[in-house]
T-cell receptor
């Protein structure tokens, strides 16, 4: 069964600290993996997209990693800011299937001063 | 400005009403999507339109009816909805089938409440 699981479900950290969010998937065949940030009351915004051959990609203070062998990805946030408070969603695209995207339920991150 | 605009942002309707959600994209994309987002659940893909033709429909109830008059506009017509249809409805657009690595651009959604 094609699934995407994220952990933790929620996380609270102090401003300035680092954190890492996890994503495990069973989607096959694999095309790419995406991380989105969704602020409260807004739509998701793309952070990174990684294909099978990429094992790390950065977007400012956000760094995503991918291990296609173990089917795991992580999103590392460095020097967190209050504006990082949001839900982070992992999405895996299945290859050769047009528009089959599999979404995780997200990790809710709260950054406190 | 996300490039994808959804209206209305909030909608409250009774189960016997008929309403429509509107989505417009200004990004020159050739594919548009409707998603349903419920609390504690993953986003559910409802409909995809590519080049104005519907290419997927994941067994969504017939009380939801999509319409895509051109590549920039997408509607979701609603009638005789049920309380469990209360959710955030998100529209997205992307470039379809250009290697599959293009991000989807989402609107900010319509928060729908069924009384």
């Amino acid at each position: 069964k094609n699934q995407v699981e994220q952990s933790p479900q929620s996380l609270i950290i102090l401003e300035g600290k680092n954190c890492t969010l996890q994503c495990n998937y069973t989607v096959s065949p694999f095309s790419n993996l995406r991380w989105y940030k969704q602020d409260t009351g807004r739509g998701p915004v793309s952070l990174t997209i990684m294909t099978f051959s990429e094992n790390t990609k950065s977007n400012g203070r956000y760094t995503a990693t991918l291990d296609a062998d173990t089917k795991q990805s992580s999103l590392h946030i460095t020097a967190s800011q209050l504006s990082d408070s949001a839900s982070y969603i992992c999405v895996v695209r299945r290859s050769n299937t047009g528009n089959q995207f599999y979404f995780g339920t997200g990790t809710s991150l709260t950054v406190i001063p | 400005e996300t490039g994808v605009t959804q209206t209305p942002r909030h909608l409250v309707m009774g189960m016997t009403n008929k309403k429509s959600l509107k989505c417009e994209q200004h990004l020159g994309h050739n594919a548009m999507y409707w998603y349903k987002q419920s609390a504690k659940k993953p986003l559910e893909l409802m409909f995809v339109y590519s080049l104005e033709e519907r290419v997927e429909n994941n067994s969504v109830p017939s009380r939801f009816s999509p319409e895509c008059p051109n590549s920039s506009h997408l509607f979701l017509h609603l009638h005789t909805l049920q309380p469990e249809d209360s959710a955030l409805y998100l529209c997205a657009s992307s470039q379809y089938r250009t290697g599959g690595n293009q991000p989807q651009h989402f609107g900010d959604g319509t928060r729908l409440s069924i009384l």
